[in-house]
């Protein structure tokens, strides 16, 4: 079965810093998804990535998928506290079946 | 924006009853799927179900759970006869085509 690793596992910066969360997948990604969870709330959805080599940015953040389809990275610009949750690197399967990584827990302080 | 929706946001239950959590998809969906997410866990994958039938379950769905569609707007997860080790967060998601799942706010499970 697949394994999504992310790195780290928290972080904390300083409002204004920027950031990088990685995430390494034990087989080829076919389809690379990033939520963000907030306590209580539900997952919300960031961007796809399909194609190797993809970059998708939506206002500060970026998301990549290496051209070998086994890792991506999300980048936030600058970040604001309502940066803050989980960040949740996701893989599509069959049924687009959705495996998850364990979360990265970002804490923005001002 | 269209939300999937979930009801009730927290259930408490003994242990041995049977629960049922209900979901609305967003209105145009044709895929649905329940999650789950024990506290401090991974998000894991129970069932997949498209034009009223399971496309696809984990070895977690085994025959205590069931889903069921009853009407047009509806998609429930039903658990049978409940554990302690069904406590957790359980999400609905839906899509259209080839359209990322869009989730609910879950419904946060608590057996007694």
């Known amino acids: 079965s697949q394994e999504l690793e992310q790195s780290p596992q928290s972080l904390i910066v300083q409002e204004g810093k920027n950031l990088t969360i990685n995430c390494t997948s034990s087989k080829t990604l076919y389809g690379l998804y990033w939520y963000k969870q907030k306590y209580g709330e539900g997952l919300i959805f960031l961007m796809m990535l399909q194609k190797g080599g993809e970059e998708k940015s939506h206002e500060k953040i970026t998301a990549k998928l290496d051209e070998k389809k086994q890792q991506s990275s999300l980048h936030i610009t600058a970040s604001q506290p309502s940066h803050a949750g989980i960040y949740l690197c996701?893989?599509?399967?069959?049924?687009?079946?959705?495996?998850f990584g364990k979360g990265t827990l970002l804490t923005v302080n001002p | 924006e269209p939300e999937v929706t979930q009801t009730p946001s927290h259930q408490v239950t003994q242990m041995g009853q049977e629960v049922i959590l209900r979901c609305v998809p967003i209105s145009n969906h044709l895929y649905f799927y329940w999650y789950r997410q024990i506290l401090g866990q991974k998000v894991e994958f129970l069932v997949s179900f498209y034009n009223n039938e399971i496309s696809e379950k984990s070895e977690i769905f085994d025959d205590q759970f069931s889903v069921e569609r009853p009407d047009g707007s509806n998609f429930t997860l039903k658990i049978r006869s409940t554990k302690l080790e069904d406590s957790a967060m359980y999400f609905c998601a839906s899509r259209r085509d080839d359209q990322p799942q869009h989730f609910g706010d879950g419904t946060r499970l608590s057996i007694l």
């Open positions: 996701v893989s599509g399967g069959s049924n687009y079946k959705l495996t």
